[in-house]
């Protein structure tokens, strides 16, 4: 038993990455309605950033993720403005092509500027283990689950009580008639891909103490889809939600069954919640009217 | 019926241009064939030599899962092809290297490797470093007699039986698993060990782990815990949970750099001093960057060379040529001391098969090998008709994280008599 609730500790780590990545795509997906595959990428440049912070600009650890994530803020607002604003009204299928194009162009641009070998960070988060019910948990695995949980509570606020929280579910809802309300929809849409791209480069942070800087970490991004999709296309909890599960799916399939099996397990489960709830645990079903 | 029959031609036309494409490369490579086998037939630019250059080849993974460990050989094997045009090429020909990426995909290896049998032809390849891309090329490196050398693994298939065309640099894994459980059964005076294995899916992954498993029986001892991992995965939890939750005396690991990192942090994470031993593959800087030394100082690996940090004649040389061909970063490495060695060997090797070069030369030039010194970096390098592993010896490494330098633990001579040479040899 003891092992099981090791596995399931293990799985809320890494799937607490996957669901701020997911995070991060369902807040661009739903100001916007951009799907962007190149969210997956965006982890991986957050843990090239702040390896760049600590190895090269030689950055204590807090001063050097607080640099990534401005730095990848300024990245996600600079995307929306040059490469998304001009495709507002084009084509899905061509908004879609542009994202997967930009995941090739990342992954391209780390591998010029960092090179393609692995790479560790000069100092790390602490990673030693926390003895808590019996159960070895790392002090890192508890920063990652705790800074999760802030993320969460802070997006829960922000969209409540700020304005431009509000102004962003507004859009979300129907562009045309907050447009008519007198919000900017173009300073909305900035904000929701800022945010969600320094949301995705946080978990490359928190995923660059974990493991190793790869570009391979990409591959890891790339659960954030699924994670958003089992979670709800639209919902923010939804989306951390997706991406727990994800994670503790693919420890108990590994631990249990072997680690070749830990994809067949985790879509799945997809499939199957996906049959009996098309929108996600979380999601609502469009209602169109005729 | 118009387009129906616009359809027919086109097939038509399609047709015989693949069969005029077959009956051409089945041709390159029966002319190939014949030069190389002609035995001191001339040197050609079908086989990649010219009267100025020597097109050789070198495979490896640029860009996929194991470029870590992959680079660094590489970049040791193009010091040693740099050093020698420095000092005007073999017989006067310039070694031109053309580079291919495996990506650690098979398909990706075979296609890199069948580029160099006839569109850009080679007088010989090293690299093909994953074992699985090894094992799928090796049937077609026998076929082209293509001298094929120095690749970072060497698998059972190359060397059982011993084949023409094929030379390898590193010993092969069963006197690998030799040394190092020999040396921890001794090191932690457990003569019947319980063992864990931590491995990767890989095919050489496969054989290290039933090499352990026949070795460890026949000692009397037991595999209390045998997990693997994919290599493109990059977290170990749920596997060294499993291997903690063993208690075996200790473990040994074949994996990449990468994974065995992934091992250490989740190690770190259960708070485990499990004693951990890796093969050749899954040694070097970036394990031991990834953790603190609590952690660090549980893992040594074996290597048959030595890394810069330990000083001989050939060490002092090796650091001298990465700093003057920009390779500096990777000399730590002892992938790279592996790559530097196997370039030593190749350029003895062109230059032993004399002015009259092609791949049948090249492959009496390898065999011509017979100590051949390396300053120290490993034991000599020989060859013979039967013996197609340059090197036989191997020893442990750890890292000392307060010097920050890697030590070896004793000398290439304490654990030859571990070897039992399951391959022959």
Not at chain 2, 155 to 164: D, F, R, S, W, Y
Request: hydrophobic share 45%; net charge neutral.
């Amino acid at each position: 038993m003891a092992a099981f609730f090791q596995y399931v500790i293990g799985g809320l780590a890494v799937g607490s990455i996957y669901g701020l990545v997911a995070l991060g795509f369902v807040l661009i997906f739903k100001s916007t309605d951009v799907f962007n595959f190149a969210q997956g990428d965006l982890l991986t440049l957050g843990a090239y950033l702040l390896f760049a912070g600590v190895a090269n600009w030689k950055l204590p650890m807090i001063p050097a993720i607080l640099v990534s994530l401005v730095i990848a803020l300024v990245i996600g607002v600079a995307m929306q403005v040059i490469v998304f604003r001009p495709m507002i009204g084009k084509p899905l299928l061509t908004v879609v092509m542009v994202t997967i194009a930009l995941s090739l162009i990342i992954k391209a641009l780390i591998q010029v500027i960092f090179g393609t070998t692995e790479k560790t960070l000069p100092h790390q988060l602490p990673n030693d283990p926390v003895h808590i019910l019996g159960l070895k948990v790392s002090e890192l695995e508890l920063i990652t689950m705790g800074v999760t949980a802030l993320c969460v509570l802070a997006f829960a606020l922000f969209f409540r009580r700020s304005k431009l929280g509000l102004q962003m579910r507004a859009t979300a809802e129907n562009v045309e008639a907050s447009m008519l309300s007198g919000i900017d929809a173009n300073r909305v849409f900035m904000v929701a891909f800022g945010l969600g791209t320094a949301i995705a480069a946080l978990g490359g942070v928190l995923m660059a103490n974990l493991q190793t800087v790869t570009p391979q970490l990409s591959a890891l991004g790339l659960l954030a889809f699924p994670a958003a999709v089992l979670g709800g296309l639209t919902s923010i909890p939804g989306a951390i939600v997706g991406g727990l599960l994800i994670g503790v799916i693919q420890q108990l399939a590994t631990g249990y069954v072997s680690g070749q099996s830990a994809n067949v397990f985790v879509y799945g489960v997809l499939l199957a919640v996906l049959l009996i709830r098309p929108w996600g645990i979380f999601g609502r079903p469009t209602v169109a009217r005729v | 019926m118009q387009s129906a029959s616009r359809i027919g031609i086109a097939l038509s036309i399609a047709s015989l241009a693949l069969g005029a494409a077959a009956c051409g490369s089945s041709d390159s490579s029966s002319n190939a064939s014949g030069s190389s086998g002609g035995g001191g037939g001339k040197s050609s630019p079908k086989e990649g030599v010219t009267s100025n250059t020597i097109n050789y080849g070198l495979i490896y993974d640029q860009t996929g899962p194991q470029t870590a460990s992959q680079t660094p050989f590489a970049h040791g094997f193009m010091t040693q092809i740099d050093k020698a045009n420095d000092a005007g090429g073999i017989n006067g020909r310039k070694i031109k290297l053309v580079l291919g990426d495996e990506k650690g995909q098979v398909p990706d290896g075979i296609a890199a490797y069948k580029k160099m049998v006839s569109q850009t032809p080679v007088v010989g390849i090293t690299g093909i470093n994953s074992s699985s891309i090894q094992e799928a090329a090796l049937p077609l490196i026998e076929k082209d007699n293509m001298p094929f050398v120095g690749p970072q693994s060497t698998v059972k298939e190359g060397l059982v039986p011993v084949h023409k065309s094929v030379f390898y640099i590193v010993p092969p894994y069963a006197d690998q698993v030799d040394v190092l459980l020999g040396y921890e059964q001794k090191a932690l005076n457990k003569p019947k060990p319980k063992v864990g294995i931590f491995r990767l899916t890989a095919s050489s992954g496969i054989e290290v782990g039933d090499l352990v498993k026949a070795a460890v029986k026949k000692e009397g001892g037991s595999v209390v815990a045998d997990q693997q991992m994919d290599v493109t995965a990059t977290s170990a939890d749920a596997q060294a949970q499993k291997l903690v939750s063993a208690h075996p005396d200790f473990i040994v690991v074949h994996s990449a750099p990468t994974q065995s990192a992934a091992l250490l942090k989740s190690m770190q994470k259960l708070g485990s001093k499990i004693p951990l031993i890796s093969t050749f593959a899954g040694g070097g800087p970036l394990p031991y960057a990834a953790v603190p030394a609590s952690v660090g100082s549980t893992f040594q690996y074996t290597a048959p060379t030595s890394p810069s940090d330990i000083k001989t004649d050939g060490q002092a040389q090796m650091e001298a040529d990465a700093s003057k061909y920009g390779y500096s970063k990777d000399v730590t490495d002892s992938a790279y001391a592996i790559g530097y060695i196997s370039g030593l060997t190749v350029v003895n090797a062109l230059e032993n098969a004399g002015k009259d070069l092609t791949r049948e030369s090249l492959i009496s030039g390898l065999e011509k090998i017979d100590n051949l010194d390396t300053g120290g970096i490993s034991e000599p390098v020989s060859y013979s008709a039967t013996d197609h592993v340059g090197l036989s010896a191997t020893r442990p490494y750890k890292y000392n994280y307060s010097t920050k330098k890697f030590e070896a633990i004793g000398e290439f001579s304490d654990y030859t008599s571990y070897i039992t040479h399951a391959y022959g040899g």
